[in-house]
């Protein structure tokens, strides 16, 4: 074989593989881009423009790749649902969103076509299977007249709807009168898809108590009535599924999975989710908004110690809402955050997407600007960040400040410096 060209063989290869990890620039043959860490006031570019449904661009601050993966033409907008909620199905070949016309759609990471509109009710709290990428959990809707005492699942490919577990007898048992259950809609189950957290209800929509559940040996873990004079915001399972998690009109209180050993996190309700910390452990991770001694700050609460970290403050020449998503598993110690309704224009805080570590003082990676300017709900950007924390999915009105959210998708940079 001629020497010269077996050599041009091997760098062409070794270039390719570097390409693939992420080494060098991309297929135009651009650098990679610089990283940007820490509080960083870089502005938005005011020459970006929404790009059109599919297209892929750079943030014009970080360099991030990014593309729009919805459109919310002739519909109010079709949005990634929650920062809790995992967007991305276990092999992140399939998405779903929520659509104004009140609907789920599945559609297709790649191509973007849409694969199927799910047959269930706009507060199903679907969550996708943990291993299986065609399959969603659900419940049957979260109010009286719909809702029931059961977990159900939906194939995507076939729309074929199931019932998985059926705990009508046993609630009933400890409660008569209960009705339906719901983690409204901020709870999520356990990493691996076997503990749940549910409130109960009664036919008037009285909260009767929470209880917890395991999936696979289909066992009741606990169930605790309200306590009195309180009632609950949500509940989750945590991460590992050793604890499950209520927010209380009165603060956010941690349960061992059983319902017993009642400890208080917070005295408020903040935006949160729950995460992994570095070491593997349950953790808790909010914004403070009160007027104690973590007022304005980022806070990680590790579960198994009650140990606290003070990650940045948002009131330090900020001040912004936020929200967490703590959904990328695979590399624990780690959250996305995303912020809205910005007070100090300007501000390093300001309508951005960033990954954010879980300890004291942690490092922030700045991932993108959202573009966004609306001020309702529905235009909040609710970014959640998949398993493999390899993308992050936003809602973004691309600049119109009306209620025309749309998803766009995120490539977090690969990086050694996440460990």
Known sequence: MNSKRSTLSVLAVASMIALLLGLVGDAQGAAPPKLTWGPDATSPSADWTKPALGKRY???????????????????????????????????????????????????????TLKRILDIHPDAEPQWHPTHRNVIRHIAGSNSSVGDLRLYQTNVRNGRTKVIADLTERIQRVWPDARYLADRAEGSPSADGTNYAWIVFDASERQLGIVSYDLKADNVLGAVPMRAGHTVDWVSASVTGAYMAAGYDDGTYVYDADLTNLRRLTLTGEHSDLAL???GRDAYVYIDFSAGPDAGWLVSIDLDTLERARIFDVYDDANTSVHISGKGYDRPGWVVVSTYNCKEPGAWTCEKVMAVEMVDGGRVLNLAHTYNCGDEYWTEPHAVVNRSFTRVYFNSDGGSCGTDAEVYLLRVPSTRRFR
């Open 277 to 279: 910390n570095a070491d």
């Open 58 to 112: 750079r943030d014009p601050a970080y360099r991030t790749r990014i593309r729009r993966v919805t459109s919310a033409e002739g519909t109010r907008f079709d949005r990634n649902t929650y920062s809790r909620r995992q967007a991305e199905n276990s092999r992140g070949s399939l998405f779903m969103t929520y659509h104004g016309e009140a609907e789920y759609r599945i559609y297709n990471r790649r191509t973007l």
